[in-house]
């Protein structure tokens, strides 16, 4: 009976203070809502089992422990949606070697090589922006109202009104004002407890966006506008 208690009264505090963390930063998606309603079906139902329990234990012996397993389930599946959230959806398994991580997911494993007539945003661009940013903005969670995981989403930007990027304007790109604020700064991205972006990677970014941020132009077309020499050693490395 303590256990239940104590179960209720900390699934409560659970719910309130995600719900307040959530609203304050302004994250929204479909991950997000599962973890939530996993957090309020396992309070209700925590509740239900004390109720039951303090009934009459004996006539309502079955449904005691239908309703007590049922809640460790919805406990387990939100505890794991919430580790989704902070970890990404592939915690599980991300440190596992590549040929491994092909089976579990069930996709081949991605050989295709890089050159100069690849497209500069597919090659360069996307991968950053996935290990990066897709954490905190993609489809199911979408910190800000903004998404970095469809080009059109990313130039449209989330709810501060900026671009996310505005072509060949990098004051205006909200992604390389905030990948390059004063770490201490509280819009400095990504968050806290995640790596920064690296001088190689903000500088192909700057570049991406000043060159006109193409999602189709190769490397070779953006390279003949503009080929800063800091980021040649960038895209040499990785075209090797």
């Given amino acids: 009976r303590v256990v239940l208690i104590l179960a209720i009264v900390f699934s409560v505090m659970a719910c309130v203070l995600g719900y307040m963390l959530a609203y304050g930063e302004g994250d929204t998606g479909a991950l997000l809502d599962k973890h939530m309603w996993a957090g309020i079906t396992t309070t209700i139902l925590m509740f239900f089992a004390l109720i039951l329990r303090d009934v009459h234990l ?4 079955a449904a005691y422990w239908v309703v007590l397993i049922a809640g460790t389930l919805s406990l387990i599946g939100g505890s794991h949606h919430g580790a989704s959230l902070v970890h990404g959806e592939d915690f599980l398994y991300a440190k596992l070697p590549p040929s491994l991580q092909a089976i579990i997911t069930g996709m081949e494993e991605d050989h295709e090589d890089v050159s100069l007539e690849s497209s500069a ?3 360069l661009i996307k991968p950053i922006f996935e290990e990066r ?4 903005h993609f489809e199911k969670k979408k910190k800000g109202d903004f998404r970095i995981d469809e080009y059109d989403l990313i130039l449209y930007g989330g709810e501060s009104g900026m671009a996310g990027v505005e072509p060949g304007n990098l004051e205006d ?3 390389h004002y905030r990948i390059t604020l004063d770490p201490s700064k509280r819009g400095f ?3 806290e407890g995640n790596d920064p972006l690296s001088a190689q990677e903000i500088e192909l970014i700057a570049w991406w966006i000043e060159s006109g941020a193409s999602p189709t132009s190769s490397i070779r077309e953006l390279s003949s506008k503009a080929y800063p020499e800091s980021v040649k050693s960038a895209v040499e490395q990785i075209l090797r």
């Fill in 133 to 136: 940013c897709y954490l905190c």
């Fill in 173 to 175: 790109s909200e992604v």
């Fill in 121 to 123: 945003y597919e090659a």
């Fill in 58 to 61: 004996k006539t309502t012996y």
């Fill in 189 to 191: 991205m990504p968050p």
